[in-house]
């Protein structure tokens, strides 16, 4: 379908149910945004941030990586063979969480492991060649206000959030340090975040009938001077659930 026939589609979706306004955003992305109808609820507006931030990436940058999969290597910081400070103990994080495996080679040296991605650590959009994004698995506790923006027509939205007690940054406190600093930990209580939400179709799958109460809340953010959306649905959401001592 021509893009211009499927903004026509749209508008007249948002006209029928008597509830949204033109696409924020339609340019030939693979999104199709619109500003959410006065009928969303606060229960979907909840699950949705509930989603959000369970799933929310919280990525890092670690040279190590590039060692996985490759030959042994001998990790005695006196023997001056890894180049990357911290090596072992940084990818160690990554096996005890299920992502590698280390395998010992002592006829070679007390230090010479080789690392290797187990089944879940194949998705390099997770552990990749130079980094990773964990999911920050936090846990709602409370949506404290909603709010339309004037100019944009996004839901401004205001939560507490919680650690869940079985989440990886719980059970390996290793893994908030890698991430946020040997002084870095995680928040005792409840912590404040934010996100602004816009009702969003994957292009392909944008129906012509019941838009906009069809699609997803997801936390767009537009870069209007690249023309490109940035960071995913997860853009538009500030979650921080550290703090450095």
């Not at 010992?104 to 980094?131: C, M, N, W």
């Not at 939400?197 to 069809?214: F, M, Y």
């Amino acid at each position: 379908m021509p893009i211009g026939s499927l903004k026509r589609c749209v508008f007249a979706a948002c006209v029928a149910l008597a509830g949204c306004t033109t696409p924020l955003v339609d340019d030939g992305t693979d999104f199709i945004a619109v500003t959410p109808a006065p009928s969303t609820t606060r229960a979907e507006i909840a699950s949705a941030i509930q989603d959000l931030i369970k799933t929310y990436p919280v990525c890092y940058p670690l040279r190590a990586l590039r060692l996985v999969g490759q030959r042994a290597a001998n990790f005695d910081p006196n023997a001056g063979k890894v180049r990357y400070d911290d090596a072992e103990a940084d990818l160690d994080v990554l096996v005890r969480l299920g992502y590698l495996t280390k395998t010992a080679f002592p006829e070679l040296g007390e230090h010479v492991f080789k690392y290797d991605r187990t089944e879940r650590g194949q998705d390099e959009d997770i552990i990749g060649t130079s980094g990773f994004c964990l999911p920050a698995e936090r846990v709602l506790v409370s949506v404290t206000s909603i709010e339309r923006e004037m100019d944009s027509g996004r839901l401004a939205v205001k939560f507490t959030h919680a650690a869940d007690p079985n989440s990886m940054w719980v059970q390996e406190p290793a893994l908030i340090k890698l991430v946020g600093g040997n002084r870095a930990v995680l928040l005792s209580g409840p912590a404040e975040g934010s996100a602004r939400l816009s009702r969003v179709w994957i292009r392909s799958e944008h129906p012509l009938k019941g838009a906009p109460d069809s699609g997803a809340l997801w936390a767009l953010s537009w870069d209007a001077v690249h023309h490109r959306y940035e960071g995913g649905r997860w853009g538009g959401v500030y979650l921080r659930f550290w703090e450095v001592n």
